[in-house]
């Protein structure tokens, strides 16, 4: 029975490990996602920084991030050309990815400050530095 209990969370460790390493790909890269009005936008996002981009309203923000644990961190708007997203400055959310979806991205659920995305998945789908600049 001690070697089942012993192997049972043997098992779990490595299932967590698995998990924790498959998020760590998305600390950085190049991402597309659309919002809930159908805008798409463009992310380039290194470790601690992620810049995102509407190409149709050439709207640019900056957000500071922070890596809680491989899978959630929170995200800060540090500035914007968009005046009325400007209001959102120093505003931090919540995110976590609830599902890897390997390289063509990932599933997240958001505490945003809108609650818009709070108990939906949207999917942030993972492009090539080419296909970032493509669209760019």
Known sequence: MRKLSLFIVFVFCIA????????????????????????????DRQKNYQYQYDRVKKIRSQFRL???????YTITQTSTNSKAAKKFNNSTMKITISLADGINGYYYSC????????KENKLITKITKREFYQLY
């Open 16 to 43: 967590a490990n698995v998990n924790a390493q498959d998020c760590a790909a998305y600390h950085k890269g190049y991402y597309k996602f659309t919002d809930s009005a159908g805008t798409v936008f463009l992310i």
């Open 111 to 118: 505490a945003c400050l809108d609650d818009s995305n709070k």
């Open 66 to 72: 922070k890596w809680i644990d491989d899978c959630t």
